[in-house]
């Protein structure tokens, strides 16, 4: 990992860098493999996490189950050094992506369904029964807060950008941030067939982008267990009131999106 560490950071201070940072399951993956398509000569890094507290528990958890370390967690690693000694004097430009909250805690849940029941498959948890049994435990799962604080915890503790003191225009569904250094761009997934072309073009200055879709839990082994849930799923009002009422979700998304979030969660009929 050392290596790995070192040869990452040499790429940071020698090259101005393209950072794909951002929580889980927003649809990164997506946007680090349409950029790596291009073929563009500079480094472009994937990674989620910018605290070492974070890292440090990972890591343990990784060693614990007699995993290597992610490639993931060394880039996290690298940025964090680089960052320290001051290679953020290039221009490094950052692109994270956001989700709406829900959706996004239930794809990361499914994500590591098989870790969370060793026991788990397709013909087990078929049944009305099983999806409430996983709804039970979707809700009591540490999962929720996370999409609420990633911003703060994160970007705005690495680079000193702070997402929320500017408005996010939700009409053009992305918006760039100009930092000391590094510049930021942040988009919508819920969007990102339509607005990720005119946001690279104008963060980047690239013409030829197009998205490769990569990583879609609709195409994972569980991708039936997943439709089921999201199909059947009820949530409670009071969850449901939390994560649409959060600073987050209002300042991404409208007032009329974030009603239309609350229907679907709740199985609501649609005022018309």
Same mark, same amino acid.
């Given at each position: 990992?050392?290596?790995?560490?070192?040869?990452?950071?040499?790429?940071?201070?020698?090259?101005?860098?393209?950072?794909?940072?951002?929580?889980?399951?927003?649809?990164?993956?997506?946007?680090?493999?349409?950029?790596?398509?291009?073929?563009?000569?500079?480094?472009?890094?994937?990674?989620?996490?910018?605290?070492?507290?974070?890292?440090?528990?990972?890591?343990?958890?990784?060693?614990?189950?007699?995993?290597?370390?992610?490639?993931?967690?060394?880039?996290?690693?690298?940025?964090?050094?680089?960052?320290?000694?001051?290679?953020?004097?290039?221009?490094?430009?950052?692109?994270?992506?956001?989700?709406?909250?829900?959706?996004?805690?239930?794809?990361?849940?499914?994500?590591?369904?098989?870790?969370?029941?060793?026991?788990?498959?397709?013909?087990?948890?078929?049944?009305?029964?099983?999806?409430? $049994?996983?709804?039970?435990?979707?809700?009591?799962? *540490?999962?929720?807060?996370?999409?609420?604080?990633?911003?703060?915890?994160?970007?705005?503790?690495?680079?000193?950008?702070?997402?929320?003191?500017?408005?996010?225009?939700?009409?053009?569904?992305?918006?760039?941030?100009?930092?000391?250094?590094?510049?930021?761009?942040?988009?919508?997934?819920?969007?990102?067939?339509?607005?990720?072309?005119?946001?690279?073009?104008?963060?980047?200055?690239?013409?030829?982008?197009?998205?490769?879709?990569?990583?879609?839990?609709?195409?994972?082994?569980?991708?039936?267990?997943?439709?089921?849930?999201?199909?059947?799923?009820?949530?409670?009002?009071?969850?449901?009131?939390?994560?649409?009422?959060?600073?987050?979700?209002?300042? $991404?998304? *409208?007032?009329?999106?974030?009603?239309?979030?609350?229907?679907?969660?709740?199985?609501?009929?649609?005022?018309?």
């Amino acid at each position: 990992m050392k290596v790995k560490i070192e040869h990452i950071m040499q790429e940071l201070k020698e090259k101005d860098a393209i950072l794909i940072c951002q929580m889980g399951k927003v649809g990164s993956s997506t946007v680090a493999d349409s950029l790596k398509a291009l073929e563009l000569n500079v480094p472009i890094l994937h990674f989620h996490h910018l605290t070492y507290k974070t890292l440090e528990l990972l890591e343990k958890k990784r060693i614990n189950a007699k995993r290597p370390v992610s490639k993931h967690l060394s880039i996290s690693r690298a940025v964090l050094a680089a960052i320290e000694k001051g290679y953020d004097v290039k221009k490094w430009k950052i692109i994270s992506l956001t989700r709406e909250p829900i959706a996004r805690s239930i794809s990361v849940f499914f994500h590591h369904i098989n870790k969370r029941f060793p026991d788990f498959n397709v013909n087990l948890y078929s049944s009305s029964e099983k999806i409430e $049994f996983l709804v039970t435990k979707f809700l009591k799962s *540490s999962l929720h807060n996370l999409p609420l604080t990633w911003f703060d915890q994160n970007i705005k503790q690495a680079f000193n950008i702070d997402v929320f003191s500017d408005n996010f225009d939700k009409k053009i569904k992305y918006k760039i941030y100009k930092g000391n250094h590094p510049d930021l761009l942040v988009l919508r997934l819920e969007n990102i067939n339509e607005c990720a072309e005119p946001a690279i073009k104008d963060f980047l200055g690239i013409d030829n982008f197009s998205i490769i879709k990569s990583n879609i839990g609709s195409e994972k082994k569980y991708s039936r267990i997943y439709q089921n849930f999201l199909d059947s799923v009820k949530l409670p009002e009071s969850y449901i009131e939390k994560m649409y009422s959060s600073r987050y979700a209002e300042y $991404f998304y *409208s007032q009329e999106e974030l009603e239309e979030f609350k229907t679907k969660w709740s199985k609501q009929d649609k005022v018309v």
